[in-house]
């Protein structure tokens, strides 16, 4: 429940809601020296009652009285008012907003677009989010009252002269009833971070900010571009509009953006005084819809499945050959292990006869695919290193003097302790170079690996034995999005790839950028990992520099996800025909235990033909117009073997 401190103009905030509210004094009590008078305000056919030790007092309680009844906003009265009780009283001749709002046919806000197309209202404690927006009234309290609320006429807003005005400014230029609330410092005293509240006929809109002011603002901003798609100073919405490919799109992205943000908050209350733990967020959420014509439409039920943190790789002392380390700590590579997880899980539903139950479906070729609609939407909270982060912020096209643009295009590696990407090369990494100090632990950029998902799938190599290929449909950006760069990096440089298996494609996930953009965290990287996936009651911390959890290994680690692999075996693979293509041998019919004695990881890896076509494909792509082969481990990282655990 929204709370106004005392000082704030009750009756202000009520009239925002019900402009020409009609105040009537009841009656007046006590002897002269110390009278009490009594008020009502008149409402949608109640009224409601407030006294005070003077006419002004009174009048502010009853105010109060009737947002606390009817918007449940908490008003701090003086200490000689208190609010009094409401009762209904016959329909006012000449109500306030025309003829008496009928409930049966008052329309409430008009959504922005089909983003929004299965927001559920019947719903009598319905408060449901919507990215930085929500309706901030309970369903039928949010009609008592209310004329039918409608957006801000876009001519009336979309003037150039805007665009260098404050955003609550504007807001408050064009009358639309604005009441903001403002909370105390949300982050530490270095680095201070406010929340700000804006309500507008019964809607809410959020922003933050390092202070109350930008955070006030940013909330205005938010509110003006949902209302009218007006963008105001400070904003970034202009190129990310054009970019996003319009409105509901760059709805979409902010709703990611805002999901992914709230649930990172919501798994890390207790590690806000860890420095640099989220320098970079990655996240993948889950929604369900449709493709409509000309764009893209999904529900409202949008929720987190998988989430990562983290910006470095493991040394090259640290490397195992059990499995049991994560290699790449980059918070969209943790993201992605984390989804995989999320995959299992979802798969361990359809083995228990639980396929009702589960994102899956069941083909004819005993391979599963997503049920119809559901799609997959990653936000990263920052270009991905590599080729999609060289440019420069402010860079134009007429001015382009990044000193990594003659590289653009190019594979590129992250380097074992060394900060940003370079060119990669065809050196073979080689066991005993690495473990020496000789070499240098290389790992392929996160742009490489994004777009290699983009041919391949996020599912893998092992999840390719029983699901079909899973792709992106959108990807967000907090911090330097460049449609033009991202573009290049993610898709560009893949399409020209025909000739891939069946089930197979070069997806053009959509690139989105979010209209504010988040303050970039310029404080020093942590060395900690976290990851985190649905059904998960707490987020796991590694240790980049060793990949592990605890001196122990991650539950995204290849032996974790191997075993979740080994024990679906059973249950999943009987309808399989696979073939050892370099024995000829099948493995069709082979139990779970036969197949791991059998066969070591890299080689189960293997088995799956249409994956490892595709696979080798995109490496071939890489070798000859991407400047370099894909860079690999040293094998001996694959060759472990293990029991099919008891459970997922």
């Known amino acids: 429940m929204a709370t106004l401190g005392r000082g704030s103009s009750a009756s202000m905030v009520l009239n925002s809601y019900h402009q020409g509210a009609e105040y009537v004094l009841k009656n007046e009590m006590g002897p002269a020296h110390s009278k ?125 002269s805007f665009s260098t005005q404050n955003p609550v400014s504007v807001l408050n230029e064009k009358q639309v009833g604005a009441v903001y609330l403002v909370g105390e410092n949300l982050g530490m005293p270095h680095l201070p971070r406010f929340e700000a509240t804006v309500k507008v006929r019964g809607w809410e809109f959020k922003g933050e900010g390092t202070s109350k002011k930008a955070a006030k603002s940013a909330a205005a901003s938010n509110a003006l571009q949902y209302l009218a798609n007006v963008h105001t100073i400070g904003s970034s919405a202009t190129n990310t509009q054009e970019n996003a490919g319009g409105q509901p799109n760059q709805m979409l992205a902010d709703r990611v953006a805002a999901l992914s943000e709230e649930k990172f908050n919501e798994l890390t209350p207790g590690m806000t005084n860890i420095p640099g733990l989220k320098k970079v967020l990655a996240a993948i959420v889950l929604m369900q819809g449709s493709q409509g014509t000309g764009m893209v439409s999904y529900d409202v039920g949008g929720e987190i499945v998988a989430l990562g943190t983290g910006t470095k790789c493991i040394s090259g002392e640290n490397l195992s050959q059990d499995g049991s380390t994560v290699n790449d700590c980059h918070a969209e590579v943790i993201a992605r292990r984390s989804l995989i997880r999320f995959l299992y899980k979802q798969l361990n539903l359809c083995a228990k006869d639980a396929e009702s139950s589960s994102i899956f479906e069941r ?57 940003g990407s370079v060119p990669a090369t065809n050196e073979l990494q080689t066991w005993g170079g690495i473990l020496a100090g000789q070499q240098r632990l290389r790992t392929m950029s996160c742009s490489d690996k994004i777009a290699r998902w983009n041919v391949l799938g996020l599912q893998g190599s092992l999840l390719s034995h029983y699901i079909e290929p899973i792709y992106l449909k959108s990807l967000t950006v907090g911090n330097l999005f460049s449609n033009d760069h991202m573009t290049r990096a993610l898709y560009t440089r893949m399409c020209s790839i025909s000739g891939l298996p069946e089930t197979y494609i070069v997806n053009y996930s959509l690139l989105l950028g979010i209209s504010k953009p988040p303050q970039r965290n310029v404080v020093k990287p942590s060395s900690l990992s976290l990851n985190w996936s649905w059904g998960d009651s707490t987020v796991e911390i590694i240790n980049s520099r060793t990949g592990k959890a605890e001196d122990k290994p991650s539950r995204i680690s290849k032996t974790s996800l191997f075993g979740h692999f080994l024990s679906l075996w059973d249950a999943l693979s009987s309808n399989k025909d696979w073939v050892n293509p370099r024995e000829g041998e099948t493995i069709s019919g082979k139990t779970a235990k036969e197949l791991s004695s059998r066969y070591d990881y890299g080689q189960i890896k293997g088995l799956s033909a249409s994956y490892s076509k595709a696979r080798v494909m995109v490496e071939d792509h890489f070798a000859k117009h991407l400047g370099s082969s894909w860079v690999k481990k040293p094998p001996e990282q694959n060759n472990f073997k293990q029991k099919p655990p008891s459970k997922l």
Request: proline share 9%; net charge positive; charged share 25%.
């Open 36 to 160: 009490v008078f009594e008020y009502a305000v008149k409402i949608g056919g109640k009224e409601y009652y407030g006294k005070g030790k003077s006419k002004k007092e009174a009048k502010q309680a009853c105010a109060a009285n009737a947002l606390n009844k009817i918007h449940g906003i908490k008003v701090q009265l003086g200490t000689g008012a208190y609010e009094g009780g409401e009762k209904v009283v016959e329909k006012p001749t000449i109500p306030v907003y025309g003829a008496e709002p009928n409930l049966s046919s008052l329309t409430l806000p008009p959504l922005p677009s089909p983003l929004f197309a299965g927001l559920p209202l019947s719903s009598p404690n319905d408060t449901t989010q919507i990215a930085g927006t929500r309706r901030s009234l309970p369903f039928e309290e949010s009609l008592s009252g209310l004329p039918p609320a409608k957006r801000i006429p876009s001519a009336q807003l979309q003037d150039d």
């Open 363 to 419: 083909q004819e070729s005993g391979l599963y695919r997503l049920k119809p609609g559901v799609s997959f939407h990653m936000y990263i909270s920052t270009a991905p290193c590599g080729d999609a982060r060289l440019f420069s912020p402010n860079e134009s096209k007429l001015d382009d003097s990044h000193p990594g643009r003659q590289s653009r295009g190019v594979a590129r590696v992250k380097i074992e302790a060394g900060e």
